[in-house]
């Protein structure tokens, strides 16, 4: 059985910082895209911070770029979102989701097509 299961996530004062993890099972994750995407009441989600399969493609939201960074650990087959500086726009719940194939940076920025997602964790940041 295919699973993203996050963790992480909770309250933080702004200027803060988080870390979110998405683990996987049931595939390789280095076969796999990982996107990193955020939800809030009545928006579209959108993505945040997503790698390629080979990690030659990567995509940051300009919200958050030199604020976010998505790591790997393969022999963990589990990715990282480490939020830092966060702001209280950044409040949201925030997904992992899983992409397969080698796909360039305009399909894994955005949600549609993706194939797996995590439960989904909520992120909330206090001014």
């Known amino acids: 059985e295919v699973q993203l299961v996050q963790s992480g996530g909770g309250l933080v004062q702004a200027g803060g910082s988080l870390r979110l993890s998405c683990a996987a099972s049931?595939?390789?994750?280095?076969?796999?895209?990982i996107g990193w995407f955020r939800q809030v009441p009545g928006k579209e989600r959108e993505g945040v911070s997503c790698i390629s399969s080979n990690a030659d493609s990567t995509y940051n939201a300009d919200s958050v770029k030199d604020r976010f960074t998505t790591s790997t650990d393969n022999a963990k087959n589990t990715v990282y979102l480490q939020m830092n500086s966060l702001k209280p726009e950044d409040t949201a719940v925030y997904y992992c989701a899983a992409l397969r194939g080698n796909k360039g940076v305009m399909s894994i920025r955005t949600p549609n097509g993706y194939d797996y997602w995590g439960q989904g964790t909520q992120v909330t940041v206090s001014s």
């Open positions: 049931g595939f390789t994750s280095d076969d796999y895209a």
